[in-house]
């Protein structure tokens, strides 16, 4: 069974940086596209970056440029670099893995 767990999310001012990880159990990790999405109040759950097992990767437009992703396949962990942060990145961020979703971790950013 596939287990994702998720950390670094908090609170920090406009501008600074925060790094959320995601660790997997349970599975074949190195062959699944791996990313975060996030969730807003009130508004639709949206793609921030996702990794290939090749590692390739994509980002959604609003982040592109501030926030880096990359993978770790031997300690089946990947990572979500986000500088630069701006008050619209608040937000509950989900790790997935395939099909799977973690529990999410709350990113919020003050003005």
């Known amino acids: 069974q596939v287990q994702l767990v998720e950390s670094g999310g908090g609170l920090v001012q406009a501008g600074g940086s925060l790094k959320l990880s995601c660790v997997a159990s349970?599975?074949?990790?190195?062959?699944?596209?791996m990313g975060w999405h996030r969730q807003a109040p009130g508004k639709q759950r949206e793609l921030v970056a996702r990794?290939?097992?090749?590692?390739?990767?994509a980002y959604g437009d609003s982040v592109k440029g501030r926030f880096t992703i990359s993978r770790d396949n031997a300690k089946r962990t990947a990572y979500l670099q986000m500088n630069s942060l701006k008050p619209e990145d608040t937000a509950v961020y989900y790790c997935?893995?395939?099909?799977?979703w973690g529990q999410g971790t709350q990113v919020t950013v003050s003005s």
């Open positions: 997935f893995l395939g099909d799977t």
């Open positions: 349970g599975t074949v990790f190195s062959f699944r596209t």
């Open positions: 990794i290939s097992s090749g590692g390739n990767t």
